[in-house]
């Protein structure tokens, strides 16, 4: 891919590039819907990602192209000019980034021309918008030398997906992206953002990446929906407890006190947060103490909260899950990120791969009308230079 994307870069803008980038894409192995929640997450930064080819300019403009969306073209701007345009598109993720940057008072002179390249499928829940974030960060700080760790560039790639974009996600994509290491899950405290680095071994065993191929925009979806619904359930838990966020209660307190909500919808949507909660600091042990039958149970559970208790599964993302979960090869299997679409993940036993692939794509087809695709991801470092 490091060949590849200087090719395309070469092709594009008629010179050589100066630099290569890598930013990751991410799953998250368990804690769904926790994150805005003031609760855990478990996610690791993997192999698929977006490689940046780059070559600074000696003028303030940017010119950027994604392999991705050739029918964009290159989209232009200046840095005079670091405002959100629905025309340019994919674009206005780097823009983010530049625009918060220098609004934090760093020092960006001069424009760039940038290739971009991802294997993420697009709008498959893998985080493929904090991946360009974080790896325009990375590509800003390396070439114009800012004096910024990876932390505050993490909290820069949460606001452009928040202020910029509009979409009220939490902090854990970016922080997976950004603070992601090879073999290891985060296991993130997202009202501290304190983590654990925990290995993740899974021996004979290997994560699928199911993709639905029904894409979703976070934007379109019920996403904000749950969030507001959590807020409520939130707001007459704290006529009794004294709690900021959702992720502060226990399960047993919780269950003692849902009368609390006077509400069926609110108590499901906390049940699951705070249930969800409590899976991410078991999941911790047991892959501690390599238990993978335990680990798969906890990612079943997962999916049955998510499903019934939070309801953003949907068909496609059933049908995935179930045929997984019922194949001799697969420890547990649940959706991944977001929902509404998008990928689920699947612990499968290497040696037998090939017939899981051909005997999920074959049901999901079958169900759909229509075909997944799998992928066998590792668990890689975070946005680098390489």
């Not at 930064?45 to 940017?62: C, E, M, S």
């Not at 169900?367 to 590792?378: E, L, N, R, W």
């Amino acid at each position: 891919m490091e060949d590849e994307i200087k090719r395309i870069f070469a092709k594009i803008f008629a010179e050589s590039a100066q630099n290569v980038y890598f930013a990751p894409g991410r799953i998250n192995l368990i804690g769904e819907h926790t994150d805005y929640n003031g609760g855990n997450v478990f996610p690791a930064a993997i192999t698929l990602g977006t490689y940046a080819a780059v070559r600074k300019r000696d003028d303030r403009r940017f010119r950027l192209y994604s392999k991705n969306f050739p029918e964009k073209g290159i989209i232009e701007f200046s840095l005079e000019d670091l405002t959100y345009s629905e025309e340019d598109d994919w674009a206005n993720y780097p823009k983010g980034m530049l625009y918060f940057l220098r609004d934090e008072g760093f020092s960006i002179d001069k424009g760039m021309d940038i290739a971009f390249y991802g294997n993420i499928p697009n709008g498959a829940g893998l985080s493929s918008s904090a991946s360009i974030e974080l790896l325009t960060g990375v590509v800003i700080r390396d070439l114009f030398d800012l004096p910024i760790n990876t932390l505050d560039l993490v909290k820069l790639g949460q606001k452009t997906e928040n202020q910029f974009i509009g979409v009220n996600s939490g902090i854990m994509d970016q922080y997976a992206v950004g603070m992601g290491e090879k073999d290891h899950a985060l296991l993130l405290d997202t009202n501290t953002l304190d983590y654990e680095v925990v290995p993740a071994d899974f021996g004979e065993y290997v994560l699928a990446i199911m993709n639905t191929n029904k894409q979703r925009k976070l934007t379109d979806s019920k996403y904000n929906e749950r969030r507001s619904e959590c807020e409520q359930a939130l707001q007459k838990l704290q006529e009794k407890f004294s709690i900021h966020a959702l992720g502060e209660l226990d399960s047993a307190t919780f269950f003692a006190n849902t009368d609390l909500l006077r509400s069926d919808v609110l108590t499901k949507r906390a049940k699951h947060v705070i249930t969800e909660n409590e899976r991410t600091k078991v999941a911790k042990e047991v892959l501690e103490k390599g238990d993978l039958v335990e680990f798969g149970r906890l990612l079943n559970d997962s999916h049955t909260s998510l499903r019934n208790d939070y309801e953003v599964t949907g068909k496609e993302l059933d049908t995935l899950v179930l045929a997984a979960q019922q194949h001799p090869a697969v420890l547990g299997a649940r959706m991944t990120g977001a929902g509404f679409g998008g990928c689920a993940l699947a612990l499968v036993k290497k040696t037998e791969w090939a017939d899981f692939v051909e005997d999920i794509s074959q049901i999901y087809l079958d169900k759909m009308g229509y075909s997944t695709d799998i992928y066998q991801a590792s668990i890689d470092d975070g946005a680098r230079k390489l």
